[in-house]
T-cell receptor, first 113, second 114 residues
Framework: AQSVTQPDIHITVSEGASLELRCNYS??????LFWYVQSPGQGLQLLLK??????LVQGIKGFEAEFKRSQSSFNLRKPSVHWSDAAEYFCAVGASGTYKYIFGTGTRLKVLA | NAGVTQTPKFQVLKTGQSMTLQCAQDMNHNSMYWYRQDPGMGLRLIYYSASEGTTDKGEVPNGYNVSRLNKREFSLRLESAAPSQTSVYFC?????????????FGPGTRLTVT
């Protein structure tokens, strides 16, 4: 069965520091992988997605993620965090031919000034 | 474009009351979804509609019904609300629903059942 694990419930970083949010998935075939961001009181916005090809994908707001098949991971990174990045981040996995995403439980990011 | 819109934004119900959450999208998407979001549980799929005229159960369909009114609109109905249905509800849409395309989310409806 498909599953997505985000091991970190909360992460706190200082503004300007680098960030890595972890995501591990379980799926038999090559999955379609997504990172979404949710600002307080808002809906989810897509940051980036991976379908195939280059394993390092670039997204909006300076985020990137790397697909590592051997580790079943799709970690989200940003070299220098801004205070406006404080939000909740969700990793999700989908599969071709299905209509369902599986979302992780989310990681809440706090940014210290 | 407004994208995905949801009404109402907030709602308080008493146990046993019914209500319908409305969702509309103006992106000509084929597929639409209803999720609920609860603390520590991420988003869980309630129902989805792969295309106009079809609906299917998701992970947590009990206590809910849906109607795909037309290509634009997908409503979620609670027939007899229970406190366990206190949650934030999100509607989403995507172009094909084949799992490979991004979903676009509405701003959510915060529902409290007392």
């Amino acid at each position: 069965a498909q599953s997505v694990t985000q091991p970190d419930i909360h992460i706190t970083v200082s503004e300007g520091a680098s960030l890595e949010l972890r995501c591990n998935y379980s799926y038999g075939a090559t999955p379609y992988l997504f990172w979404y961001v949710q600002s307080p009181g808002q809906g989810l916005q897509l940051l980036l997605k991976y379908f195939s090809g280059d394993t390092l994908v670039q997204g909006i707001k300076g985020f990137e993620a790397e697909f590592k098949r051997s580790q079943s991971s799709f970690n989200l990174r940003k070299p220098s965090v801004h205070w406006s990045d404080a939000a909740e981040y969700f990793c999700a996995v989908g599969a071709s031919g299905t209509y369902k995403y599986i979302f992780g439980t989310g990681t809440r990011l706090k940014v210290l000034a | 474009n407004a994208g995905v819109t949801q009404t109402p934004k907030f709602q308080v119900l008493k146990t046993g009351q019914s209500m319908t959450l409305q969702c509309a999208q103006d992106m000509n998407h084929n597929s639409m979804y209803w999720y609920r979001q609860d603390p520590g549980m991420g988003l869980r799929l309630i129902y989805y509609s792969a295309s106009e005229g079809t609906t299917d159960k998701g992970e947590v369909p009990n206590g809910y019904n849906v109607s795909r009114l037309n290509k634009r609109e997908f409503s979620l109905r609670l027939e007899s609300a229970a406190p366990s249905q206190t949650s934030v509800y999100f509607c989403a849409s995507s172009d094909s629903g084949a799992g490979d395309l991004e979903q676009y989310f509405g701003p959510g409806t915060r529902l409290t059942v007392t």
